[in-house]
């Protein structure tokens, strides 16, 4: 039985510590849930009562405290908020325990990579939903061409049935769609790195029916854009939104000068926007390249809808982040991915993930279509 620490017990966290003592098969899971709250914690015991789960109160920036919770652990999971990361990874590194996160954030995966170099465990940072299973399908499709053209990532987490001006409710951490409505976009443009700002160049499409607006957003494409430099003329990554968001955010993000209170917007956001269940996740991923002497495209699109998981309703961002997170540790425990140093989500073999038995809510519904 492998020994897991959970840091974070909110929307994410809870759902990984279900979805790992309730599995059922070889690789058995026992979980420490960690976070500051005690009340946070009574709540993921009451949710998943289990003698495979436990709990700690524990303040990641109590270094001495964050050391001890890791002893004799296989892996560290950091469902934390973004700013807490490098924190917990560098605790990692000196107790030699593997570590998994779902950051979206640009420079804490930096770090991260540094403490990786000569590291007797792995490191696998942005193993979510975006970065995560989406730079995963990305390089599946890539690899089907002789040579690339282009790669262009779309995703959102969308409430199902939008009542507001917004068009959203909050499905996710507040602080992570503030940071990466915020933060700069990598992306390559005529074949080279660069960074774009993020709320810019927007764009429409239609799926399914249904009118969608797409955006850049900073930190989606993961460490894509290392891995494809030199290889193709176009890389970008979108998040997918219903018309008039962008315009909206920008207002409150630029002309209001609310990016540099980011503190006043989340109160704002948090207490203005209702919470839903009742979500949709597209991923839609387009790639354009030669094959065979042509010039072709193929595409990957899903919406994957909140269900119940793990005896419970969770909305759909629980399932697809939990689960790509899941399925990333599934697959380090049982030897598919290296056992040290850097790996990057691109490296995963879509088929792998899609087999294992966390990463298959990704292949259930049959909305789902590949062309």
């Not at 492998?2 to 966290?13: A, E, F, Q």
Request: charged share 20%; net charge negative; aromatic share 6%.
């Amino acid at each position: 039985m492998k020994n897991i620490l959970v840091i974070g017990g909110g929307k994410i966290g809870s759902v990984v510590a279900a979805l790992l003592v309730n599995a059922s098969g070889d690789t058995r899971y026992r979980v420490t849930v960690a976070d500051r709250s005690a009340a946070q914690l009574a709540d993921v015991q009451r949710e998943t009562p289990s003698p495979e789960l436990d709990t700690l109160v524990l303040d990641v920036n109590d270094g001495a405290q964050l050391r001890a919770a890791l002893q004799g652990r296989f892996a560290v999971l950091s469902a934390a908020p973004y700013h807490l990361t490098v924190k917990v990874a560098e605790a990692a590194r000196e107790a030699g325990v593997h570590y998994l996160d779902l950051t979206e954030d640009v420079a804490s995966t930096r770090r991260i990579r540094e403490l990786a170099v000569g590291a007797s465990s792995s490191f696998i940072p942005q193993c979510g939903l975006a970065p995560g299973f989406i730079s995963i399908v990305a390089a599946d499709l890539a690899r089907q061409f002789d040579s690339l053209d282009s790669v262009r990532m779309r995703v959102g987490a969308l409430p199902a049935y939008p009542s507001n001006a917004l068009n959203y409710n909050l499905t996710w951490s507040t602080e992570g769609v503030i940071n990466e409505y915020c933060e700069p976009c990598e992306a390559i443009v005529n074949g080279r790195i660069t960074e774009v700002p993020a709320l810019e160049e927007r764009e429409e499409f239609s799926l399914d029916g249904v009118l969608y607006e797409a955006f850049n957003t900073s930190g989606g494409l993961g460490t894509l854009c290392e891995t494809l430099e030199g290889k193709v003329r176009t890389l970008n990554y979108r998040t997918i939104r219903y018309p008039g968001h962008a315009a909206i955010m920008k207002a409150l993000l630029h002309d209001l000068r609310l990016r540099d209170r980011r503190d006043v917007l989340k109160d704002i956001l948090e207490n203005s926007l209702p919470a839903t269940m009742q979500d949709v996740v597209i991923v839609f991923v387009t790639v354009a390249g030669q094959r065979e002497g042509r010039l072709q495209q193929d595409t990957y699109a899903r919406k994957i809808y909140s269900h119940v998981l793990a005896g419970r309703m969770r909305s759909a961002i629980q399932i697809t982040t939990a689960s790509s997170l899941c399925a990333m540790l599934d697959m380090l425990a049982t030897g598919q991915l290296p056992q040290s140093g850097f790996v990057r989500q691109e490296d995963v073999r879509l088929d792998d993930f899609l087999a294992n038995r966390f990463g298959h809510v990704y292949a259930m519904d049959e909305l789902a279509h590949a062309a």
